[in-house]
């Protein structure tokens, strides 16, 4: 029998000012440091991450933590990242997304191994030596994101993770909440995205034949639709691509449809 989650008060009404509060002009990169200050009051941890990962590449494109203090500039070393990478794909509480395509599911390392499991594992040997817990959303973040369960496939994704150096687990409690905020999450990362690069400039004829490519016309029939030629639509995508500082057909209408489901 699954056991019953009631929300209080209180997380009712964290919830709603974390999805309605207007955060202003977005960081450089990632969340408003204010959202994960409000991350950080809804789900007891430590400390969390947000982070921008792309795993067929191994490389992170940008990483918040939170709380954060005044002078704090911590940077992992070089071998620090390469141990992580080292032990990545055999590590499943880091690696499911990527073998399952699941980027919906929020994960624990509970979900995958026993404490004595977990604490034999190189990840935690070698790398994540402090950390007893740790809970997962994970988000879309872009074209190129592949989903071949039970392969090496991957892409660009945001993490956001919380962790526990002692204590007891994440609850279902904060498993519930997370899974309720994601979809939120993802649009105030979406948000601030778009805020961060600007309205694309792209004349009313460019705009009406991304639509059509984004309903997954090919080029032929686009021409059919526009009365002109093929070669006037590859014309106009080259010169949507150059616009949008793109090279594929997918990444302009991601970047010229944000919100769009990935």
């Not at 594992?121 to 740790?134: A, L, P, V």
């Not at 034949?209 to 016309?217: D, M, R, T, W």
Request: charge should be negative.
């Amino acid at each position: 029998m699954t056991a019953t989650l009631t929300a209080s008060g209180r997380d009712l009404r964290a919830l709603a000012g974390i999805v309605s509060e207007d955060r202003g002009e977005p960081p450089a990169h990632g969340l408003a440091p204010s959202l994960l200050d409000d991350l950080l009051g809804l789900i007891r941890c430590d400390f969390l991450s947000f982070v921008g990962m792309d795993t067929a590449q191994q490389a992170d494109r940008f990483a918040q933590t939170a709380p954060l203090e005044p002078g704090d500039d911590w940077q992992e070393t070089e071998e620090d990242i390469a141990r992580f990478w080292k032990h990545y794909w055999d590590s499943p509480c880091c690696s499911y997304p990527d073998q399952t395509g699941d980027l919906r599911s929020v994960t624990k390392i509970s979900d995958f191994y026993s404490a004595r499991q977990w604490h034999n594992t190189g990840m935690h040997s070698d790398y994540m030596r402090e950390i007893e817990h740790e809970i997962m959303v994970c988000l879309p973040a872009g074209p190129g994101w592949t989903a071949d369960p039970g392969r090496r496939a991957g892409g660009p994704s945001v993490r956001l993770l919380f962790f526990r150096e002692a204590g007891p687990d994440f609850s279902e409690r904060d498993r519930a909440l997370l899974t309720l905020l994601r979809p939120h999450l993802h649009q105030a990362y979406l948000d601030a995205e778009r805020r961060r690069r600007g309205a694309p400039q792209l004349t009313p004829r460019h705009w009406e034949l991304l639509h059509l490519v984004a309903a997954g016309h090919t080029n032929a029939q686009i021409a059919r639709r526009l009365g002109v030629s093929e070669g006037t639509v590859r014309k106009h995508l080259e010169n949507i691509y150059a616009r949008l500082h793109v090279s594929s057909r997918t990444a302009a209408v991601t970047r010229a449809f944000p919100d769009r489901d990935t």
